[in-house]
Nanobody, 127 residues
Framework: QLQLVESGGGLVQPGGSLRLSCVTSGFTMEDYIIGWFRQAPGKEREGISCINIGGTYRNYADFVMGRFTISKDVAKKAVYLEMNSLNPEDTAIYYC????????????????????WGQGTQVTVSS
């Protein structure tokens, strides 16, 4: 059974940093793309970044502006999202998701096309 479990969210002050983790199980990670998404109250879910586990491709949404970095550790079956220079507009529930790499690359930042989702982790940026 394919599972994704996020962790690392919490309360952080503006300008601070957080590192989110997505630990996977139940599937061959190298055959998938793993993405990070977020959903703020009253807003639609939006794509942040994705990484092709079996290759080198990675992509970011424009609003990231160099503040976030996605990375992978295949041995640990994990994908990370390092977030710096956080601001209150980054407050949201953050989700990781998986899509097969054989067709998923064009949908890197398109939430509705992704098949498998974690339960989410809350990130709150506030002073």
């Amino acid at each position: 059974q394919l599972q994704l479990v996020e962790s690392g969210g919490g309360l952080v002050q503006p300008g601070g940093s957080l590192r989110l983790s997505c630990v996977t199980s139940g599937f061959t990670m190298e055959d998938y793309i793993i993405g990070w998404f977020r959903q703020a109250p009253g807003k639609e879910r939006e794509g942040i970044s994705c990484i092709n586990i079996g290759g080198t491709y990675r992509n970011y949404a424009d609003f990231v502006m160099g503040r976030f970095t996605i990375s992978k550790d295949v041995a640990k079956k994990a994908v990370y999202l390092e977030m710096n220079s956080l601001n209150p507009e980054d407050t949201a529930i953050y989700y990781c998701a998986a899509i097969p790499s054989r067709y998923g690359l064009p949908y890197c930042l398109t939430p509705r096309m992704w098949l498998f989702w974690g339960q989410g982790t809350q990130v709150t940026v506030s002073s």
